[in-house]
Each structure stands twice: as C-alpha cells, then as structure tokens.
C-alpha cells in the first residue's frame, strides 16, 4: 500500500493550493484519512481529518480557510487551502488508516510529504 501526495508548491500570501493524495496498492478499506503538516523546528501537527462518512476536523489555526474532503471510489483524500498565510508553510503529509487485502485491522500509512512554502 501507497500513499502518493501532490499539489505543493511556492505561492504568495492570500493565494490558494490543492493538494492531493491518493492511496493504491491492495486496499480494501479505508477509514479515516487526514492532512498533518510539519514547519522545520516544529512537531508533526494535525491539519484536518475527515472520517469514512465526511465528518471533519480542524485546527484551530486554520478553520474558515482549510477544507478537506475525500472521494472514497478513488480513495483519495484532498486539502482545498485558501487565503493562506507564511505561517502555513510547511512539508504537508497526508495520512489514512487502511485495511490491507487479508489483513484484519486497519494500519496508519503515511505519503511521503509535499513542501507548501507561502511568501510574504
């Protein structure tokens, strides 16, 4: 199982940016599934979650700009991100709690990250 993330990118402050990220492999299910996001010198801190059904979670921080969604036939997950400010750069990852094809459980995998950088 993969975790592919995509739509970073250099954008000035008050522009907007879409990431995607898409999980393949043997996939049965997916549960919830989540943007995270990590600044250099700071933590991994979560963005967003979203469960199987569409219920969603945000940070304080980025309530009102951030919307996350998720298209469960193409078991994808996405981060709609508008008026965004300098203090959201940051390497963006995306997460999934999944059920692999003969696995009982659902695991967390991780994509690889996507570099969002906001210019003042």
């Known amino acids: 199982v993969q975790l592919q993330a995509s739509g970073g990118g250099l954008v000035q402050a008050g522009e907007s940016l879409r990431l995607s990220c898409a999980a393949s492999?043997?996939?049965?299910?997916?549960?919830?599934m989540a943007w995270y996001r990590q600044a250099p010198g700071n933590q991994r801190e979560l963005v967003a979650s979203?469960?199987?059904?569409?219920?969603?979670k945000y940070a304080e921080s980025v309530k009102g700009r951030f919307t996350i969604s998720r298209d469960n036939a193409k078991k994808s997950v996405y981060l709609q991100m508008n008026s965004l400010k300098p203090e959201d750069t940051a390497v963006y990852y995306c997460?999934?709690?999944?059920?692999?094809?003969?696995?009982?459980?659902?695991?967390?995998?991780w994509g690889q990250g996507t570099l969002v950088t906001v210019s003042s």
């Open positions: 997460n999934a709690d999944i059920v692999e094809r003969g696995v009982r459980d659902a695991y967390a995998f």
């Open positions: 492999g043997t996939v049965i299910d997916i549960d919830d």
């Open positions: 979203i469960t199987w059904s569409g219920d969603t």
